[in-house]
């Protein structure tokens, strides 16, 4: 397919002056075309559901969420990945992230790695996918040969296999299982997809890995209660969360917390359920970490 071809690399006609704009006519134009960004988000939103459940599923069956990217595309899937364990307290592994050029590449560009459909197919190898596992493929154009080939070797092992996309009717989108096609239209830089590609892209990775964990029980009504508190701003979270959800004062929660080794869930089924540590462990395990099905019983 022809670059020209793709909307993402089609000029903007309302930024053809862009060079001659001032600073305040710049931001207002970039503002304008961001807000079309969610508004296009929300006519996939059927897909992005779908994906929500078998990412769950699969998590839930031991598998793992793997991001595939280049570029952009890459480093928003790699800043998911970093993102979920501490937010939501589950293991390093349980997300993950393959980029063309590896970790070098989150912080320099190396352009020429994303042409390869070889090396996608060999660097997602190295994970040694499993039938649990998800891929997540993300290209703006949806033609990208090394997220291509990395989601045609996912799906050669039974993975379940995602797309997200910027382009409607893209080569990516007919290899995976659900296809996310969120069609943002031009760029105001032409061609410059780390713009409202690259937001579309993070609006829907957050909208996975938020929509799984909730799903997964990783979250007590819309608190972060599997994070662990290992800086002061954390430890203040988790104190806030158990004077909200325990209705206790302050200094009853931070002895909570402090008896239950600073484990927020354990202190909060310890003061909500009022039993002692070894109790609230027990249900905990027996609910599998899920603060929610053990209050309600």
Avoid: W
């Amino acid at each position: 397919m022809e670059l020209r071809k793709l909307k993402t690399e089609r000029p903007n006609r309302k930024s053809a002056n862009l060079d001659t704009m001032n600073a305040l006519e710049i931001a207002t134009l970039m503002n304008h075309e961001d807000t079309k960004v969610a508004a296009a988000v929300r006519k996939v939103l059927p897909q992005v559901a779908a994906a929500i459940d078998v990412i769950a599923h699969r998590l839930a069956s031991g598998g793992r969420l793997i991001y595939v990217g280049t570029g952009t595309s890459g480093r928003i899937g790699a800043l998911d990945a970093a993102e979920v364990p501490p937010t939501f307290g589950v293991s390093p592994g349980m997300v993950q992230f393959v980029m063309a050029g590896g970790e070098r590449a989150l912080g320099r560009a190396t352009e020429a790695s994303e042409d390869s459909s070889a090396l996608g197919r060999r660097d997602l190898a190295a994970k040694k996918l499993r039938k649990s596992d998800v891929v997540v493929g993300i290209a703006a154009s949806g033609r990208t040969p090394y997220t291509i080939g990395a989601l045609e070797h996912a799906r050669k092992k039974g993975a379940a296999t995602v797309a997200i996309a910027c382009n409607r009717g893209s080569e990516l989108a007919r290899i995976a299982n659900i296809s996310i096609e969120v069609d943002v239209g031009a760029e105001v830089l032409t061609g410059s997809t780390r713009l409202k590609a690259g937001t579309a892209q993070k609006m829907v990775c957050n909208m996975l890995s938020t929509g799984a964990m909730a799903r997964l029980g990783h979250v007590y009504g819309n608190l972060m209660v599997h994070l662990r508190p290992k800086n002061q701003k954390l430890y203040e979270r988790g104190i806030s969360m158990l004077e909200h959800v325990a209705r206790v004062d302050r200094e009853t929660a931070v002895g909570a917390l402090h008896a239950a080794g600073m484990n927020v869930p354990l202190a909060m089924v310890m003061l909500k359920a009022n039993v002692s540590k070894r109790e609230a462990l027990r249900l905990l395990k027996s609910k599998r970490g899920t603060v929610r099905r053990v209050l309600q019983e």
